[in-house]
C-alpha cells in the first residue's frame, strides 16, 4: 500500500489514539476521514462533559484545539505510516486570524478540514475548517462554525 495516498476506508479505521499525542479526555478529534499529504479531514461529536465544551456548545478555543488536534493527527499520520518514526509533538506557533461563525452544539458532528498551503523547512502555513459535515439533501449547504489561518512548527 502506498501509505502518501490512502483509501478514506483505511484511515477511518485508524485508532485516532495512536497518532496523537494527547490522550483522554483532552483527545478533541474522533477519527481521521480523509488523508493525503496537502490536506486532512477528521471528524468529532460534540459531547457535554468534554474539554472547551461549555454551556452545550463548544467553544472558541475548543475549536482552535480540534484544529490543532487535526494538525497533530496529520504529524502523527505522517511520522507513523510514511516515515516510520514514533509520533511525535508539534505545535501551533501562531493563529493569523481566526473566525467563528457560530458554536457548534453537544450532538453536533463536526467535521475540520485543514489544507496546506505552504511548506518552509519545518514550518507549515495551513488553513482549517470545522463544518457540520452531517448535511443531506439536493442543494443542501453544511454549517461553516470556524475558519483559521495557521502556523505551525513540526
Known sequence: M??????DKFVSEIDIHELLPQQEP????????????????TTMKVR???PF???GRLTMLGMLENMAQ????????????????DVRPGMIASVK????LAMPGVGTQIETTVTVKEEVF???????????SLCTGSGC??????????????
Open 2 to 7: 502506498d501509505y502518501t495516498k490512502p483509501t
Open 26 to 41: 483532552f483527545v478533541l478529534v474522533d477519527g481521521i476521514t480523509h488523508f493525503d499529504v496537502r490536506q486532512i479531514v
Open 48 to 50: 457535554a462533559g468534554k
Open 53 to 55: 465544551v461549555e454551556d
Open 70 to 85: 487535526t494538525c497533530a493527527a496529520r504529524i502523527g499520520y505522517i511520522n507513523k505510516y510514511i516515515l516510520r518514526k
Open 97 to 100: 486570524s481566526m473566525e467563528a
Open 122 to 132: 519545518d514550518m507549515l502555513l495551513l488553513t482549517a475548517e470545522i463544518r457540520e
Open 141 to 154: 449547504e453544511p454549517a461553516v462554525y470556524a475558519v483559521a489561518e495557521l502556523k505551525m512548527k513540526g
